[in-house]
T-cell receptor, first 113, second 112 residues
Framework: QQQVKQSPQSLIVQKGGISIINCAYENTAFDYFPWYQQFPGKGPALLIAIRPDVSEKKEGRFTISFNKSAKQFSLHIMDSQPGDSATYFCAASMKSGTYKYIFGTGTRLKVLA | DVKVTQSSRYLVKRTGEKVFLECVQDMDHENMFWYRQDPGLGLRLIYFSYDVKMKEKGDIPEGYSVSREKKERFSLILESASTNQTSMYLC???????????FGPGTRLLVL
């Protein structure tokens, strides 16, 4: 019940295309869903996050779509660029003092020039 | 800017050695976390701390211990390093109630 399942494990997209990464969870107590981006040799950094009271959040070329009834959320990267090539992690967290995260297993994205 | 620093970027240790990994954050965050990152397994929580001298086990605490004597500093200790502890270790911190975890650059540990 504590797992967050992420797919695909790796993704290759042409420059200008749309990258889509999906995550699914079981625990309905989760109420905060961040996405992290990690470049080689760096720690993960927060990219965008959503709470379950909205179905979509957009920041520039990055959009989170959230389906509460299906217990799924996804990251869409529009007009993908070679600079977006990185590993992406979804996560889920419950409203608590520590905000402990459960991370997905990661998606390695490569955007071809 | 939030800054989380880790004492080493790369470490090479021998089996059986005691290993200390240190993490320092400069944002007065209450929460600090230690993860290990392995290909195909994502980030797995080893230990976390929500206050000085307080700690809780994460998902994979076996073979590790932690210490938090000061608010800004969180140490991960491998009492007797083993080859299966070869991994990338990531430290993170967050403020209570805010949610966002800020990560350090990671320490890549190789145990021979």
């Amino acid at each position: 019940q504590q797992q967050v399942k992420q797919s695909p494990q790796s993704l290759i997209v042409q420059k200008g295309g749309i990258s889509i990464i999906n995550c699914a969870y079981e625990n309905t107590a989760f109420d905060y869903f961040p996405w992290y981006q990690q470049f080689p040799g760096k720690g993960p950094a927060l990219l965008i996050a959503i709470r379950p009271d909205v179905s979509e959040k957009k920041e520039g070329r990055f959009t989170i779509s959230f389906n509460k009834s299906a217990k799924q959320f996804s990251l869409h990267i529009m007009d993908s660029q070679p600079g977006d090539s990185a590993t992406y992690f979804c996560a889920a967290s419950m409203k608590s003092g520590t905000y402990k995260y459960i991370f997905g297993t990661g998606t390695r994205l490569k955007v071809l020039a | 800017d939030v800054k989380v620093t880790q004492s080493s970027r790369y470490l090479v240790k021998r089996t059986g050695e005691k290993v200390f990994l240190e993490c320092v954050q400069d944002m007065d965050h209450e929460n600090m976390f230690w993860y290990r990152q392995d290909p195909g397994l994502g980030l797995r929580l080893i230990y976390f701390s929500y206050d000085v001298k307080m700690k809780e086990k994460g998902d994979i605490p076996e073979g590790y211990s932690v210490s938090r004597e000061k608010k800004e500093r969180f140490s991960l200790i491998l009492e007797s390093a083993s080859t299966n502890q070869t991994s990338m270790y990531l430290c993170a911190s967050s403020s209570q109630g805010l949610g966002t975890q800020y990560f350090g650059p990671g320490t890549r540990l190789l145990v021979l």
